[in-house]
């Protein structure tokens, strides 16, 4: 695998609330493209995929989140970490390798509006 590539688990956020995600496993991901290429690369891939329930598959995912990076610290959080978004959100003109995207580095792909609110207010509905 060459160093510019990786594997790279986006997890889909569909309700912080509710705690509702799934994790999709992307291999070969040219850390070179920008990360909103790769948004928009993510947001064409999710719709046709069978295994994912339909509500995943037709939000309006519109930015991404470090969640976890190998060798790295994890989150007690369960879906995403409230804290760093200056470091960890990432900036849409960045590349994903200078945005700290790196092999077997786990990001959070949600709704910013639905992050903002449960920021705002983070409880949980169970």
């Known amino acids: 695998m060459a160093s510019k590539e990786a594997i790279v688990t986006v997890r889909l956020v569909r309700s912080f609330e509710h705690r509702n995600f799934k994790p999709v496993v992307y291999q070969n991901v040219d850390l070179n493209q920008t990360v909103k290429d790769f948004m928009e690369f993510v947001k064409n891939d999710i719709p046709s995929r069978s295994g994912l ?6 939000y309006k995912y519109d ?3 470090i969640i976890h990076q190998a060798h790295g610290a994890k989150t ?17 003109n960045a ?15 949600f709704c910013n509006e ?3 609110k449960y920021r705002a207010d983070p409880k949980t509905v169970w």
């Open 95 to 109: 590349t994903l390798k200078a945005a700290g995207i790196g092999h077997e580095t786990e990001v959070a792909f």
């Open 114 to 116: 639905d992050y903002e």
């Open 63 to 65: 930015k991404m989140k």
């Open 53 to 58: 329930p339909l509500p995943f598959r037709n």
């Open 76 to 92: 007690n959080e369960l879906i995403v970490s409230l804290e760093d978004d200056d470091k960890l959100i990432l900036k849409d």
